[in-house]
């Protein structure tokens, strides 16, 4: 049983050893034990965290704990690693949560702006004539040079040249169309 102190009020208040077995441990190896755990976590909160859960196993612990036959720092230090691995095990087990900033910071895209861009500009792309898709397939699609392109479509280089550029300038007004802008 606990001993009763009586108070300024006149309620019974109990004292409990406990508490000043945790304050001695505090005083005594409470600095160390916070930078200890600070250098293992990288993190003061987390570390204070944990600090004060060794603290509460060493008051729950009290009566099997004996600080008069030999240190404790021992035990608090081991205690304290044991807390921090499991904490950092939790934590890597699940996932992390993300605020709505951090999770614009790691959106992956799922590939549907590149198939509507791809379907917007094979739209445009039927848009055109015949002789300047025929060019554009020849240059960029099949990666044939221009002399390649020319023998191809069995018209001179300089008719490829043409068509390319021209192909190109109509191909960019079509999409401009369809609202793209560059």
Same mark, same amino acid.
């Given at each position: 049983?606990?001993?009763?102190?009586?108070?300024?009020?006149?309620t019974?208040?109990?004292?409990?050893?406990?508490?000043?077995?945790?304050?001695?441990?505090?005083?005594?190896?409470?600095?160390? $034990?916070?930078?200890?755990?600070?250098? +293992?976590?990288? !993190?003061?909160? *987390? &570390?204070?965290?944990?600090?004060? =859960? @060794?603290?509460?196993?060493?008051?729950?612990?009290?009566?099997?704990?004996?600080?008069?036959?030999?240190?404790?720092?021992?035990? $608090?230090?081991?205690?304290?690693?044991? +807390?921090?691995? !499991?904490?950092? *095990? &939790?934590?890597?087990?699940?996932? =992390? @949560?993300?605020?709505?900033?951090?999770?614009?910071r790691?959106?992956?895209?799922?590939?549907?702006?590149?198939?509507?861009?791809?379907?917007?500009?094979?739209?445009?792309?039927?848009?055109?004539?015949?002789?300047?898709?025929?060019?554009?397939?020849?240059?960029?699609?099949?990666?044939?040079?221009?002399?390649?392109?020319?023998?191809?479509?069995?018209?001179?280089?300089?008719?490829?040249?043409?068509?390319?550029?021209y192909?190109?300038?109509?191909?960019?007004?079509?999409?401009?169309?369809?609202?793209?802008?560059?």
């Amino acid at each position: 049983m606990q001993p009763a102190v009586e108070t300024s009020d006149r309620t019974l208040m109990t004292w409990d050893p406990g508490e000043a077995f945790v304050g001695a441990l505090w005083a005594e190896h409470g600095e160390a $034990l916070l930078g200890y755990v600070s250098r +293992l976590t990288g !993190d003061p909160g *987390r &570390a204070e965290d944990i600090v004060q =859960e @060794v603290m509460l196993r060493a008051w729950r612990h009290a009566d099997h704990l004996d600080a008069a036959s030999r240190s404790l720092r021992p035990w $608090l230090f081991t205690v304290a690693g044991h +807390l921090a691995t !499991d904490q950092h *095990r &939790a934590r890597r087990s699940r996932p =992390e @949560v993300l605020g709505t900033e951090g999770l614009e910071r790691r959106a992956v895209g799922d590939g549907i702006d590149r198939a509507v861009d791809a379907w917007e500009v094979s739209a445009a792309f039927g848009t055109l004539s015949p002789e300047h898709r025929s060019v554009l397939v020849e240059t960029y699609y099949r990666g044939h040079s221009v002399a390649e392109a020319a023998a191809a479509l069995g018209v001179p280089a300089g008719t490829v040249k043409s068509r390319t550029y021209y192909a190109l300038r109509a191909l960019r007004l079509a999409l401009e169309e369809r609202g793209w802008r560059p």
